[in-house]
């Protein structure tokens, strides 16, 4: 393979496209068998497209071998090339349905986990609205951590955003959804303190289960609290308080049913609690049709007003 510097980089065409979504899903799935799955090919053909597509950019993309698969730096520069690219194509596509005053194209936005059991609320409503509004969209929904939702946001892989909202968010308009989430420390009816009143001592002493991507994020810090288990998802938190082993932070509509069969206790306490505002969040500068109709459905849904920050 000649070398990058004396090669020519070349035009894209269909042919690569193609080949860019197979290296995408192959990225993705790290590894050709579970790309396999999802593509509906055969891993030789997958390897030929790749090395088809290393050929094209001259470019070593992928390790693979007897060490097992892995990409290369630059594979992995590619990857993120790649769906930069696919973001692009999807926001041109809204653009051209814009100017012919039909929306197609991919809409995707991102939320938080756990707000299912909020169906009675704004959240159905609004998707349901947004989506009988412009029916030529496919709606690309995406869990993320908060962390992650602003940055997707920011960086347009993501168009709005669902999540908690307890300071303002630069470059951000917003529009409160669920005003008043409690969120409560809880544990398992085999957990030395079920049963019993909530004493802030004893339960900063408990071991708890921490959602570390919060921490920072919300009022409560876990510093204060015994960490002796960590997680990423609230259904997981549930499953390690279950346990009976740790007491953690659920949602109060998401502990409601196991309060009432009795599998789990509420630790509320008014120096422990604390309180999550959901909101719909969309970029500051995005002034897309789409988007406009997405706003109108909260607005109408919620009866508030975006507002310019959080």
């Not at 409601?256 to 630790?267: I, Q, Y």
Request: hydrophobic share 40%; charged share 25%.
């Amino acid at each position: 393979m000649a070398p990058l510097s004396s090669r020519p980089i070349p035009k894209l065409q269909d042919i690569d496209l193609r080949l860019l979504r197979v290296f995408v899903s192959v990225a993705r799935n790290r590894g050709f068998s579970a790309a396999q799955t999802e593509l509906n090919i055969g891993q030789s053909t997958i390897s030929g497209y790749i090395s088809k597509l290393e050929d094209r950019l001259g470019l070593t993309l992928c390790k693979r071998g007897r060490g097992g698969f892995d990409l290369t730096e630059a594979g992995e520069k590619l990857y993120d090339a790649a769906l930069e690219l696919f973001d692009d194509l999807d926001r041109f596509r809204l653009k051209v349905g814009e100017a012919r005053d039909d929306l197609t194209g991919n809409y995707a936005i991102g939320t938080v986990d756990s707000v299912v059991p909020l169906g009675q609320g704004a959240i159905p409503r609004i998707l349901a609205s947004f989506a009988r509004s412009a029916p030529g969209l496919l709606l690309d929904l995406r869990l993320g951590s908060p962390q992650a939702l602003v940055r997707e946001l920011h960086s347009k892989r993501f168009t709005a955003i669902i999540l908690p909202v307890f300071r303002p968010l630069a470059q951000t308009r917003v529009i409160t959804l669920e005003a008043a989430d409690p969120q409560v420390l809880f544990c398992a009816r085999n957990h030395p303190l079920y049963g019993k009143p909530a004493d802030p001592d004893e339960v900063r002493a408990a071991p708890f289960a921490d959602r570390t991507h919060m921490e920072g994020w919300t009022p409560y810090t876990s510093r204060s609290l015994n960490v002796a288990a960590t997680t990423v998802d609230v259904e997981c938190q549930l499953l390690l308080i279950l346990s009976g082993r740790f007491i953690g932070y659920l949602p109060a509509h998401q502990a409601r049913e196991f309060v009432a069969s009795g599998d789990l206790w509420s630790l509320s306490h008014p120096e422990l609690d604390y309180h999550s505002r959901v909101c719909l969040g969309v970029r500051s500068d995005d002034e897309s049709a789409a988007t406009a109709l997405l706003i109108k459905a909260a607005e109408d849904v919620t009866g508030s007003k975006f507002l310019n920050e959080a």
